[in-house]
């Protein structure tokens, strides 16, 4: 049984950073991982994804400031986020595919592939 649980979240001035880690139990060796985001009053996006390999991808809106990747020591997928713009406060959450198969590419829609979710944390940018 695949489960997810954030951590890292909370509230930052715009430029600052945060570090999102997301602690992973059951066989996710060969699935595909991610992190999506939910802003109020706006569809859950997805924000980065990272292939079994390690191999990452991420949305456009994020490329250059936030990096995905997979501690194997803790089992966590972690998110590094740099220079945070007000746009990025959403709740954020990790997600693994149950499928053993690559990822797909960063776009809308996407997340009827993720079969397993965290409970999401909350990320608050100020201005």
């Known amino acids: 049984q695949v489960q997810l649980m954030e951590s890292g979240g909370g509230s930052v001035q715009a430029g600052g950073s945060l570090r999102l880690s997301c602690a992973v139990s059951?066989?996710?060796?060969?699935?595909?991982l991610g992190w999506f985001r939910q802003a109020p009053g706006k569809e859950r996006e997805a924000v980065a994804l990272?292939?079994?390999?390690?191999?990452?991808s991420y949305a456009d809106s994020v490329k250059g400031r936030f990096t995905v990747s997979k501690d194997y020591a803790r089992n966590s997928l972690d998110l590094q986020m740099n220079n945070l713009k007000p746009e990025d406060t959403a709740i954020y959450y990790c997600?693994?595919?149950?499928?053993?198969?690559?990822?797909?590419?960063?776009?809308?829609?996407?997340?009827?592939?993720?079969?397993?979710w965290g409970q999401g944390t909350q990320v608050i940018v100020s201005s």
């Open positions: 997600a693994a595919d149950p499928i053993p198969r690559g990822c797909p590419m960063v776009v809308p829609g996407i997340e009827s592939f993720f079969g397993h």
């Open positions: 059951g066989n996710t060796y060969s699935s595909c």
């Open positions: 990272i292939e079994s390999d390690g191999t990452p």
